[in-house]
């Protein structure tokens, strides 16, 4: 059975920075993609940034690209989430998520496990 569990959510002064993780156990990764996604109160689920695990391909999303990192430790089994100059409007639940192929999808509905979720407040 597969578990996602993040961490290192928070509560941030605008233009400061934090790193999410998201340690993963239960299955291989050489198949995998890794996703990120933010859900703010009231709005949909959001895709952030997206690596797949064997080739390190990235995405990101477009209200993120420049400021947010996504990277991944093999030996840790562990992605994260480096988010540089936050906005108050990056305020959302952060989910990481994982899916079995070799392809980025934006959709959060082509993600097979998800995490809990970890609280990010930035405030102004």
């Known amino acids: 059975q597969v578990h996602l569990v993040e961490s290192g959510g928070g509560l941030v002064q605008a233009g400061g920075s934090l790193r999410l993780s998201c340690a993963v156990s239960?299955?291989?990764?050489?198949?995998?993609?890794m996703g990120w996604f933010r859900q703010a109160p009231g709005k949909e689920r959001e895709f952030v940034a997206g690596v797949i695990w064997s080739t390190d391909y990235l995405n990101y999303g477009d209200p993120v690209k420049g400021r947010f990192t996504i990277s991944r430790d093999n030996a840790k089994n562990t992605v994260y989430l480096q988010m540089n100059s936050l906005k108050p409007e990056d305020t959302a639940v952060y989910y990481c998520?994982?899916?079995?192929?070799?392809?980025?999808?934006?959709?959060?509905?082509?993600?097979?496990?998800w995490g809990q979720g970890t609280q990010v407040t930035v405030s102004s």
């Open positions: 239960g299955r291989t990764f050489s198949s995998s993609t």
């Open positions: 998520a994982m899916r079995n192929g070799h392809i980025i999808y934006t959709s959060p509905e082509r993600y097979d496990y």
